[in-house]
């Protein structure tokens, strides 16, 4: 398998180079040079499967000859045996037709580690081959930063450094950021969004002075690994709930567009999805541009699901290219265009090519409590913010009645007490696997908003 660049003129990579390479050379986004396919034979013989095994089967194609099957079925048991829950990630009905499937069974509580925690491995496998290090820089709003830093902790050949936007993070993320003490593990609060760390991330990729010196890599779902380990939980899901003979719809809480890609990527292997319903609150360039094509950022607006304060949707390009005739020459222009305006339009054949399995809803910060209060009174589940605007975006589209809706529950409850709290009356506890987490000590730097605030900082940190 190999991997091009969104942008059309990084070289092709294969799967180890792709995992280490993080953004392609050229600013772009690697995704497979053709999309895996699987028979309708072949995914029903995945039904049944536990789920470490499941995900070997589904990534082995991406994987091609950068692992031998057993070596990649190691790592798969190695990551998911570390998850509270037997399935990995386990379905919940909440009605007739409304199921919610839990992702935040692993240690960090967010949907993050189902890939981070394989990441991680792949990251030691592939650099303990050449002996070679990483220093990954990597954006959070909240819930990649303990993800990834769980996953690399301790490592020696791995040196992160995970800027988090300040204040703009519940206190329980910042926390499993900022108390793993880990020689290796650099937090940096800045002042601005998640955009502005995002931007900052993907500079520093094409920083000559940074990257003479330092390998960069990336944790962000910029790492193709990220979206391929996602993928898996779409096929668990259609499993269980009588794919792939059944149809069902996703209803995906949306930020950076990486877990709804990860369907898309589902839909292009053979999985047949009726719909993804892209869930976003306030912060709603995705819903715009879904709805009239119209892809131009404002500013971010906090909300009470932080996580997705995002108006600068990464994976989104991917899309764009993958729907819209895989012009690499094309899309390049298309997002220097949006880098120097903050705005563009959808093609025709991006609207379309959208359109065919993508549709969109928003929440506000009403409907967010209201899908909290509803999931439970009159289901029993409590739901995180993030997970509560998907649910009400399954809840508005029009779902054909005999079509199971999936929301994905992107993070656990007990992230974000304060949102649930208001919504419920009741404050979620924390898993006892976080931990003593508000009697640790903190340690994190603030810097100013400012790319050269943040390369000089971690130009001075980096062994
Ligand atoms: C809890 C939670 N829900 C949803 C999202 C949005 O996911 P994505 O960025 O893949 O669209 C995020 C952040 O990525 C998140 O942390
Ligand atoms: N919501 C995310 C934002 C980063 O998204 P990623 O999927 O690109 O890592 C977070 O929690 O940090």
Known sequence: MRYVSTRGEAPS???????????ASDGGLYVPEEWPQFSLDEIAAMRGLPYAELAARVMEPFVGDSLTPERLRALTAKAYGRFAHKAVTPLVQLDEQHWVLELFHGPTLAFKDVALQMLGLLFEEFLGREEGSLTIVGATSGDTGSAAIDAVAGLDNVEIFMLHPKGRVSDVQRRQMTTVRAPNVHNIAIDGSFDDAQAMVKRIFADGDVTAKHRIGAVNSINWARLMAQVVYYFAASLQLGGPERKLAFSVPTGNFGDVFAGHVAARMGLPIERLIVATNVNDILHRALGQGDYSAGTVTPTAAPSMDIQVSSNFERLLFDVGGRNGAAMAEQMRGFEADKAMRLTNAQREGAA??????RADEGDTSQAMRWAYEQCGEMLDPHTAIGLHAAREAAIDSDVPVVTLATAHPAK???????ATGLRPPLPSRVGDLFAREESFIELPGTYEAVRDHIMERAS
């Open 356 to 361: 065919a399995l993508f549709t969109s809803a």
């Open 13 to 23: 990579l294969d799967f180890a180079e792709v995992t280490l390479a993080g953004l």
């Open 416 to 422: 974000f007490p304060d949102a649930v709290e208001r």
